[in-house]
């Protein structure tokens, strides 16, 4: 499965972006899809994941919940995160992510195989 990350850029605090993220090469309802994100210096951290079909609740990191969305369109193989609100500590580069981690690893960097190749959010206050 290779994933094409894109929309990232610069934003004023309290703007919104949405990132997208176009999935090929494998059967795209059949992964999990998630966002995480690494800002400099920093670990990779979760920010979001979706489920095979959509349809079980989506779960967030404590730091985006209400701020932003995560969607998938199987039909398209394409998964979107919109970001409102942003704040400054949203910079980072994005990236998305497809596999098959159990619940209890849904957050984890290693439950994920395949990696997009990251797009760029900076915040500025």
């Known amino acids: 499965v290779q994933l094409q990350a894109s929309g990232g850029g610069s934003a004023q605090a309290g703007a919104s972006l949405q990132l997208s993220c176009a999935a090929s090469g494998g059967t795209f309802r059949d992964y999990r899809m998630g966002w995480f994100r690494q800002a400099q210096g920093k670990e990779r951290e979760f920010v979001a994941v979706?489920?095979?079909?959509?349809?079980?609740?989506?779960i967030y990191a404590d730091s985006v919940k209400g701020r932003f969305t995560i969607s998938r369109n199987n039909a398209r193989g394409a998964v979107l995160l919109q970001m409102n609100s942003l704040k400054p500590e949203d910079t980072a580069v994005y990236y998305c992510a497809a596999g098959r981690p159990i619940l209890s690893n849904m957050r984890a960097v290693g439950g994920y195989t395949y990696w997009g190749q990251g797009t760029q959010v900076t915040v500025s206050s």
């Open positions: 979706i489920d095979l079909s959509g349809s079980r609740p989506t």
